[in-house]
């Protein structure tokens, strides 16, 4: 039931960030805007949102003609938790992406999800450090899309950029 739910509600957060993203203004001179990649991560979100409660229908409906097992019962509080840390992080994002700038709160996204994925603390904060600067690196220079650089540490970046 929990993947289900799960699935669902990815696939209604998916839709709404694609509604969302249409509302973002193009740029004349651009084939694509400032909608593509919310588009694309939003028609990520739907499908495999509507995949993983399309793929629960059949289970679901094999346990309701099973008889109960006392130990199926028990919802699993932990795992939807755990399950729900990646919105959050966006949420994280999103509000404190102004603050502490992008490049920090991707590594600081990455890192908790790899600790919570078992990695070693250094080897999560080295990949998570890589990983957000180049990032920042495609966006800024190539992308030519400018990211929060934050006000705790102003033009650290710039020799990206």
């Known amino acids: 039931m929990r993947d289900f739910l799960l699935g669902l509600a ?11 993203a249409q ?4 740029m004349p001179s651009l084939q ?8 694309l991560i939003g ?3 739907l499908i495999g949102g509507a995949l993983l409660a399309l793929s629960q229908v059949r289970v679901l409906a094999a346990r309701r003609h099973a008889p109960e097992d006392p130990g199926l019962s028990r919802y699993d509080y932990l795992g939807l938790a755990l399950s729900l840390v990646p919105c959050a992080l966006i949420v994280f994002y999103i509000l404190a ?12 996204s990455m890192w908790l999800l790899m600790l919570m994925r078992g990695a070693k603390w250094w080897l ?8 957000s600067l180049i990032v920042t690196l495609l966006f800024s220079r ?10 705790l540490l102003p033009q650290s970046l710039a020799w990206i950029g």
């Open 10 to 20: 990815f696939a209604i957060g998916g839709g709404v960030v694609i509604a969302v």
């Open 23 to 26: 509302t973002y203004p193009t």
């Open 32 to 39: 694509y805007g400032p909608s593509l990649f919310p588009s």
């Open 43 to 45: 028609a990520g979100m």
């Open 97 to 108: 992406a102004e603050t502490l700038g992008a490049g920090l709160c991707m590594l600081l």
């Open 124 to 131: 999560a904060l080295g990949v998570a450090l890589v990983v």
């Open 142 to 151: 190539y992308l030519l899309i400018p990211l929060p650089e934050g006000v």
